[in-house]
């Protein structure tokens, strides 16, 4: 027997996946026609509606007379919730690689990566620590965490990434020097780092300047994917983390230009990393 709560909540949970979805559709395609969605899914036409609408006010995509046309695939980002339930597995074992490469005693920088949260989850088991981030969602994480020493940048708050950002966050940024930055991207083009707004941009580049380290993890999708601004070359990191399913022929290149590769996966802590530059 199902009981009202257990309805609402079955009712709920379906309502979510079919919004992570629709998303997933239009931001694959672009731009979608309101009726396609609704064939698609086979719902009411006012069903569809209240999800574009949901999608709509947490700026994964916007809703024009007729169409849906996705934010995330061109130059916005999508919202943090958002981009957390994309690539779970992926993130699991990207930040469990990212911990391999982390020493007690170090100190830490995590940008607005949703990778960020899984990875901050697992920092306990470096302690002590110290973290700096200017990533809500991160510091969250480890607020409670007694062998985490916390430092939270300055700046004004952006809901869409759940960060702080502006100019504020960059002196803060300037005036620290870490001996580690673990960070993503928005999109790799011609094996560069590429970036979707100007805000997030700008705080990445004055981590990257503060880092006697610098680490990057990205996804598979992050080498389909397309954005404006370019920050930097991949071949800049000191370590680029990738998941089993990036192609090979992305693999090849970077270990053929002297970085050192790891590749994560799927069973967490099973790790194929490449030589060291001094190695080949």
Known sequence: MTVPGQK????????????RDIAEMVIAEGTVRFEDIVDHFGVSAM????????????????RTRGHATALASSLFEANTFFRQTQSIESKHALAHAALELIRP?????????????????????????????????VANELLKEP??????????????????????????????????????????IDYTCFHHAQETHLIKRAMFDSAAKRILYVDHTKFQRR????????TD????????????EHIDYLRDHGTRVVVSSARWGRLSVSPTPMEH
Do not use: H
Request: neutral net charge; glycine residues 6%.
């Open 8 to 19: 609402d909540q079955s009712r709920i949970d379906k309502q979510r996946q079919r919004q």
């Open 105 to 137: 005693g170090t100190t830490v920088m995590l940008d607005d990566s949703t990778t960020g949260i899984y990875l901050a989850r697992l920092l306990p088991q470096r302690a002590p620590l110290t973290v700096v981030t200017n990533f809500l969602s």
């Open 227 to 234: 954005a404006l601004l370019g920050l930097a070359p991949l």
């Open 147 to 188: 062998g985490i020493t916390l430092n939270i940048l300055g700046g004004q708050y952006y809901p869409w990434c759940d960060a702080l950002l502006g100019g504020t966050t960059v002196d803060a940024i300037r005036r620290v020097r870490v001996d580690t930055l673990i960070m993503s991207t928005s999109a790799i």
């Open 237 to 248: 990191f000191d370590v680029v983390i990738v998941d089993s399913l990036t192609p090979p």
């Open 47 to 62: 069903t569809i509606r209240r999800d574009l609408e949901t999608l709509d006010a947490q700026s994964v995509l916007r």
